[in-house]
């Protein structure tokens, strides 16, 4: 009797699970296109302190995350990681 909900139901969870495959991705790269001045900005003004390495990545990771926690962006430690190297990868660079 109740098959057909059932079935509704998985056939909607199909599609919302579809859906977060490919949101994510693109909700990811947003997120970085947003961030991806103030990184760039944050790792240069540390490359010309005296702080070790790990200091200038500490203290540009917290910028990074400080920035996005202002404008009410959520992002993960891992993904601040991943900007940082990308901004650190694109000074390198030279571009």
Not at 54 to 79: C, H, P, Q
């Given at each position: 009797?109740?098959?057909?909900?059932?079935?509704?139901?998985?056939?909607?969870?199909?599609?919302?699970?579809?859906?977060?495959?490919?949101?994510?991705?693109?909700?990811?790269?947003?997120?970085?296109a947003q961030l991806k001045d103030i990184a760039i900005k944050a790792v240069?003004?540390?490359?010309?302190?005296?702080?070790?390495?790990?200091?200038?990545?500490?203290?540009?990771?917290?910028?990074?995350?400080?920035?996005?926690?202002?404008?009410?962006?959520?992002?993960?430690?891992?993904?601040?990681?991943?900007?940082?190297?990308?901004?650190?990868?694109?000074?390198k660079g030279g571009n």
């Amino acid at each position: 009797m109740f098959v057909w909900i059932k079935n509704l139901f998985n056939g909607m969870l199909r599609i919302f699970k579809t859906f977060l495959k490919l949101a994510i991705p693109v909700a990811k790269e947003l997120i970085a296109a947003q961030l991806k001045d103030i990184a760039i900005k944050a790792v240069s003004e540390m490359s010309l302190t005296n702080l070790s390495n790990s200091e200038k990545r500490n203290a540009s990771f917290n910028k990074i995350g400080e920035y996005a926690k202002a404008r009410g962006i959520v992002v993960t430690d891992s993904l601040i990681s991943w900007i940082l190297e990308t901004a650190l990868q694109y000074i390198k660079g030279g571009n």
